[in-house]
């Protein structure tokens, strides 16, 4: 199958969401953010940094470049695409997934190695996991700490669209896990479809064991069983 | 642009641009006139300290600069280069950005960064990392405070846009730097050897472009105002801080990394301390050739500059690029692209000039040699006079350190001492993994970067006692280059060269040139001794306030290659049933310790010894013994001690802290047992099985070890006066300095 990973002016991690797709083994193009064309991905990654800037609320400007309007049709009829840290922030300003990020609630940049729960190991992006699997995965971010309302929260949980909970090293969901204020200590959540998913841990950061953690590289590998899965379906 | 009518040059003027009498008629002189106010301007930037390294460069060339791997010689580039294998080549560079940190830390320490980076990236390098070493007052104090704060805020927000990982460095307290703080950034890349390219410009009709932001009046005299001491006055001199946009720097690398693949260009070179004028002489002295400006076609941010205030504004993210002529329009294509200005302002030619023309008529015009380092800018040799503190704060009486103290009370209150507790405070702020190579992360003795489609990795730490360099400057730097590379070395590599920021008081007081050349002279001695060269740095003088002088702090950025990713190793204790050795022997000293500054706020009595040949002895050993596979954790002895870096083994990788049984059989005071600062030792852990081979090799290399305990349970222990659960030195060693940053 194959990747396509967005590079908008001022993003940083293109280029480790590239590199963590060629650890899996599987094929990977660069989308330029002035193009509209995905190049026929079959999934796309919105990778973290800080697109234009972000000197405006950090992804408000990157939702009007070109190729978001394609993602947004590819995404609308079915297509993969996740979205990490900035990805995330994107994925929300374009309406993609629901709630928002603010300020990290101690008000200061956050860079380090975190955990985070399985809360749904049923969708695209978490298949290969177990039920309430601890993923160790580290974050870098100032503008983190999701919020929405708590109906809408309630909501999330019934249609099962949160995916990843900050947790501590044992799995406990608690205030000491929770690095950003994040309500519900939501890290990642999917559109009701469940082919849209936002996260700001960075599972692209996490896929050697050398740099601390491979745990990240069991996201991609979900990816890539469930589309494999689906191509089988469609095509018996 | 009209020619505005200029400020007519008086005595008083000139005096107000920083120059003396002496440099006014040697301007005359070369000029054979009188300059006129844009070349006064000009002259004024060039030959400030910060441009000129006027008082210090006759003692920087006494520093080894030569080594077989190195690729550039010291100040000939933006950046030193080390050769390290595979085709590849390590740029590598310090600066100080500490007057602009002192009145504005949030943008000045962010413009630091900055600096650094552009200085990296114009070598047709990427960064790959990013180092900070930092110095402040007592952070009792809540100027302080608010100066950590936004330095902290400043390089964080840097460098997490950007995208390098910020990897290491140092914060460190002592009231010395109350008035005016240090911040020494650091940046190393990585380029293909073939693929570098030099800041020249170079042959005649060759365009050269101004590409990056447009200029404003942002940093006038930036340069000047570094090369002053800090005073009330200072305050008024804030707009003689840049401001950083790291969103265009992160553009304007990837363009610049593109027009250097695409072979367009001839030489290229950021504008850091005056602008256009220093990129513009510094360039042409160095491709011996001449350049003229056209100064109007420089694109502005505001209406109205004049020539002088565009020749010498530091707008951040700038670059000068002398393009091969032709290739004008592929330069353009690629700046577009990223949404970049790129401009011709200018075209090279054989006079050895840099004129500056405004709408065809000349405003100035200067022979580029008499304004460039290494031309034949002023150099100065200033007086040396020994302070007479030196001799009275060496005297020492053991019997001032009471030995009926509570030695468990003791250890904890070190371990929260702002100079050794942990600084995830404000490591956190950083983003320490972009660009997906980091394997050792902040908290060990050095960081650790693989290099990509290599087995290798670089190892970089930085470093300087400043207690030690006020107490004896020449040692003090010894042991900022030895403590480096000892660092480098617990990590698994072999130090390689270094980069220095040499952050001293005003050279033109006797006793303050004084410091600066024995740290020098000291500096010199240990790169001979390690054959770690001098690649280039930054000297920053007029460190201080009006009440004092900064200590003398020569800092150290050390690099170090790991031929081997299976041999990079960590402080911190491993398994349960692991042997700790000591590698090195105790002394009885306790002067200029962590200790005696900590417990009896004293900064007094001799440093510890130094032996040069034995320190290199000892990392030689250490680091046999890890390429031999048998070293499970090395930790450098340092600040604090035997018992501070012992329990640092215990607690520094805080998810798996470890306890550890310790036994030292030997007569000496426990003060100095405990906590003295004797140099040339390192703390190592092996398997039970291993613990033999580790003796015969330092047997084989006559280097002491001793075996002193036992890695294991939940409390750490020494003989009998150290016995404490693991539960007591974690909080005290992680919660100290948020604590301290987190009052009002």
């Known amino acids: 199958m194959k990747f396509g990973v967005v590079t908008f002016p001022g993003s940083n991690c293109d280029y480790d969401a590239y590199t963590a797709i060629k650890v899996l083994g599987e094929e990977v193009e660069f989308l330029w953010h002035k193009s509209s064309d995905l190049l026929n991905s079959d999934v796309i990654i919105l990778p973290g940094g800080f697109s234009y800037g972000d000197y405006l609320r950090s992804g408000a400007i990157a939702r009007f470049s070109p190729i978001m309007k394609s993602v947004k049709e590819f995404a609308q009829s079915g297509g993969l695409v996740i979205g990490i840290c900035n990805g995330f922030q994107v994925l929300l300003e374009s309406g993609l997934l629901p709630g928002a990020l603010l300020r990290n609630a101690h008000l200061r940049f956050a860079g380090k190695y975190i955990y985070i729960k399985v809360e749904n190991n049923s969708t695209i992006f978490t298949s290969v996991c177990q039920p309430g699997e601890v993923l160790k995965i580290p974050i870098a971010h100032m503008d983190g700490n999701y919020y929405n309302f708590d109906g809408e929260i309630e909501y999330l949980k019934k249609q099962s669209q949160i995916i990843f909970r900050y947790c501590d090293k044992d799995g406990n969901i608690s205030e000491a896990g929770n690095p950003n204020g994040s309500i519900y200590n939501i890290a990642g959540i999917s559109n009701k479809e469940g082919n849209v998913i936002g996260m700001m841990p960075h599972p692209e950061r996490a896929v050697e064991n050398i740099l601390g953690s491979s745990d990240g590289l069991k996201i991609f590998e979900s990816i890539v069983k469930s589309f494999s899965k689906g191509m089988a379906i469609e095509r018996a | ?744």
């Not at chain 2, 008082?55 to 030193?80: V, Y």
């Not at chain 2, 010498?312 to 329009?329: F, T």
């Open chain 2, 1 to 744: 642009m009209e020619q505005q009518k200029e400020p007519k040059v008086t005595a008083e003027l000139v005096k107000e641009h920083g120059l003396n009498e002496e440099e006014y008629q040697k301007i005359i002189e070369i000029l054979g006139r009188e300059p006129n106010f844009t070349e006064l301007g000009i002259f004024s930037v060039m030959w400030s300290e910060h441009c000129s390294y006027k008082n210090s460069i006759a003692l920087l060339k006494t520093l080894p600069r030569e080594g077989e791997n190195l690729l550039t010689g010291a100040g000939e580039e933006n950046a030193g280069a080390v050769d390290i294998g595979d085709g590849l080549a390590c740029v590598f560079k310090i600066e100080s950005h500490n007057h602009p940190s002192a009145l504005e830390p949030y943008q000045g320490a962010a413009t630091g960064v900055g600096g650094i980076l552009r200085d990296i990236f114009t070598m047709g390098a990427r960064p790959i990392a990013s180092l900070n070493s930092l110095r402040f007052g007592s952070p009792e104090n809540p100027r302080v405070r608010y100066l950590v704060d936004g330095v902290v805020r400043g390089i964080g927000d840097y460098g997490n846009s950007f995208g390098v990982p910020t990897v290491a460095g140092e914060t460190y307290f002592d009231e010395a730097y109350t008035g005016n703080p240090l911040v020494n950034a650091m940046a190393v890349g990585i380029a293909k050897t073939d693929g570098m390219i030099s800041a020249t410009i170079k042959g005649t009709g060759n365009p050269v472009m101004i590409v990056g932001s447009k200029t404003g009046r942002d940093g006038i005299h930036g340069a000047t105002f570094a090369s002053e001491e800090l005073s009330k006055e200072s305050e008024e001199k804030r707009s003689a801080v840049q401001i950083g946009d790291p969103f265009t720097e992160k553009l304007l690398l990837e363009a610049t990394l593109e027009i250097i693949d695409e072979d367009l260009i001839i030489g290229i070179q950021d504008m850091g301390a005056a602008g256009i004028t220093c990129s513009s002489a510094e360039m042409s002295a160095r491709g011996e050739s001449g350049v003229t400006i056209d100064i109007d076609k420089v694109p502005i941010r505001e209406d109205g500059m004049t020539p002088y205030e565009i020749l010498l504004s530091e707008s951040q993210e700038r670059m000068l690029v002398c393009v091969k002529k032709g290739k004008e329009e592929d330069v353009r294509r690629i700046f577009d692209k990223w949404e970049l200005n790129s401009t011709i302002i200018g075209e090279t030619n054989d006079s050895g000039i840099f004129k500056v023309r405004l709408n065809g008529e000349t405003v100035s015009e200067i022979p580029s040699d008499v304004l460039a380092l290494g031309g034949s800018t002023p150099i100065y040799h200033r007086e040396t006079k020994k302070p007479d503190y030196i001799d009275e704060l060496a005297k020492f009486d053991f019997n001032d350190y009471p030995l009926d103290r509570n030695w468990n009370e003791d250890l904890l209150t070190m371990l929260a001492a702002p100079n050794i507790c942990d600084k995830s405070w404000v490591h956190d702020q950083y983003d320490s993994q972009v660009r997906t190579n980091t394997v050792v992360a902040p908290g060990s003795d050095a960081a650790v970067l693989r290099i990509r489609k290599t087995d290798k990795a670089l190892a970089m730490a930085t470093d300087c006692n400043g207690r030690y360099c006020y107490l004896n400057p020449r040692i003090g730097a010894q042991q900022a280059v030895a403590e480096s590379a000892r660092n480098v070395t617990c990590s698994g590599a072999r130090p390689v060269a270094i980069t220095n920021c040499l952050n001293f008081g005003n050279p033109y007081k006797p006793d303050i040139y004084y410091g600066f050349s024995e740290a020098i002279a000291g500096m010199g001695e240990a790169c001979r001794m390690f054959n770690t060269p001098v690649t280039g740095g930054n000297v920053s003088f007029y460190n201080q306030d009006k009440d004092r002088a900064v200590f003398p702090t020569p800092t150290i950025g050390m690099l170090g290659i790991i031929d081997d990713l299976k041999h990079i190793t960590t402080q911190w204790f491993k398994n349960d049933g692991d042997l700790v050795y000591l590698i090195g022997e105790n002394k009885e000293e306790l002067g200029a310790s962590e200790y005696i500054h900590t417990i009896f706020n004293k900064n007094t009595g001799p440093v510890p010894e130094l032996d040069l040949q034995f320190e290199k002895d000892v990392q030689d050993t250490v680091r046999e013994a890890i390429n031999s596979g048998i070293i499970k954790s090395a930790h450098d002895c340092a600040n604090g001690g035997l018992a501070v870096t012992l329990a640092e083994c215990c607690i520094s990788n805080k998810e798996e802290a470890i306890g550890a049984q310790i036994h030292i059989d030997e007569e000496l005071r426990a003060d100095c047992l405990l906590f003295g600062e004797t140099q040339s030792r390192i703390i190592v852990s092996v398997d039970k099985n291993d613990g033999e081979k580790l003796v015969e090799l330092c047997i084989k290399n006559n280097i002491p070890v001793s075996a002193i305990g036992k890695v294991g349970g939940n409390r750490f222990s020494i003989n009998d006066i150290i016995n404490l659960p693991l539960t007591d030195m974690l909080p005290a060693f992680y919660d100290s300095l948020g604590k301290l940053m987190a009052k009002a």
